[in-house]
C-alpha cells in the first residue's frame, strides 16, 4: 500500500543552523503539507503546496521556513536558522483530491523528530 | 480561530468494555476524519465522515458525524489491549484547506 515516507527519522542540530527535512509523497498525490507537533500538544498545521506553490501557510511558518518540491517525487521544508522552539515532531502529508471529490483525504508520513540544542 | 474539542482527554478501562470518545466545536466543518496516533509515529488515518448524520463502522469501531456537522463520535464496543493509543479527530473546513486537530483522547485499555 503506498504511503509517505519522511527523512530522516531523527535530526540533532544546534541553534542557528539550518536543516532541511525531505518527504516523499504518495506517488499520485497533488496536494502537500507540512505539520508539527510539539511534545505533548497538538499537532499544528505549517504549509500547504499545490501546483508548485504555497496554498496555504500559518502564523508559524514565517520567513525562516520555506518549501521546495526540487523534482517530482520530493517534498522539502528548511528551517534557515533553527530556534531551540522548533524542537518538535514535524509531519508531511499529502493527498489526492480531483474535480469529482467531495472531501480531501490526508495521509501522513512517520515524522521527523528535530532536536534543537 | 476553529477549535475542536475532544473529550476525554484521558480514559482508561478495562478489557471488553465500551467506550465513547467525543469531538466537539462550534463551528461547521465540511468533512471530519479521525486518526490514531502511537508515540514517536505519524497519525493513521482511520475514517473520513463527510455527511451530517452519517455513520460509519470499522470493525468494534463506530464513528458518527453530527446532523449539524459540528461535532463527531467514536464508539469502541469490546475494547482490546490493541486499542490503547491517541486518538485524533481533525476537520477540514472546506476544499483543500488543512486539517485543523484536537488535543487527542489517550486511551488505556487494560488486560
Known amino acids: 500500500e503506498p504511503e509517505v515516507t519522511q527523512t530522516p527519522s531523527h535530526q540533532v542540530t544546534q541553534m542557528g543552523q539550518e536543516v532541511i527535512l525531505h518527504c516523499v509523497p504518495i506517488s499520485n498525490h497533488l496536494y502537500f503539507y507540512w505539520y508539527r507537533q510539539i511534545l505533548g500538544q497538538k499537532v499544528e498545521f505549517l504549509v500547504s503546496f499545490y501546483n508548485n506553490e504555497i496554498s496555504e501557510k500559518s502564523e508559524i511558518f514565517d520567513d525562516q521556513f520555506s518549501v521546495e518540491r526540487p523534482d517530482g517525487s520530493n517534498f522539502t521544508l528548511k528551517i534557515r536558522s533553527t530556534k531551540l522552539e522548533d524542537s518538535a515532531m514535524y509531519f508531511c502529508?499529502?493527498?489526492?483530491?480531483?474535480?469529482?471529490?467531495?472531501?480531501?483525504?490526508?495521509?501522513f508520513g512517520p515524522g521527523t523528530r528535530l532536536t534543537v540544542l | 480561530t476553529q477549535l475542536l474539542e475532544q473529550s476525554p482527554q484521558f480514559l482508561s478501562i478495562q478489557e471488553g468494555e465500551n467506550l465513547t470518545v467525543y469531538c466537539n466545536s462550534s463551528?461547521?466543518?465540511?468533512?471530519l476524519q479521525w486518526y490514531r496516533q502511537e508515540p514517536g509515529e505519524g497519525p493513521v488515518l482511520l475514517v473520513t465522515v463527510v455527511t451530517g448524520g452519517e455513520v460509519k463502522k470499522l470493525k468494534r469501531l463506530t464513528f458518527q458525524f453530527g446532523d449539524a456537522r459540528k461535532d463527531s463520535s467514536l464508539h469502541i464496543t469490546a475494547a482490546q489491549p490493541g486499542d490503547t493509543g491517541l486518538y485524533l479527530c481533525a476537520g477540514v473546513r472546506s476544499g483543500n484547506t488543512p486539517l485543523v486537530f484536537g488535543k487527542g483522547t489517550r486511551l488505556s485499555v487494560i488486560a
Open positions: 502529508a499529502s493527498s489526492f483530491r480531483d474535480a469529482y471529490s467531495s472531501y480531501n483525504e490526508q495521509f
Open positions: 463551528s461547521v466543518f465540511s468533512s
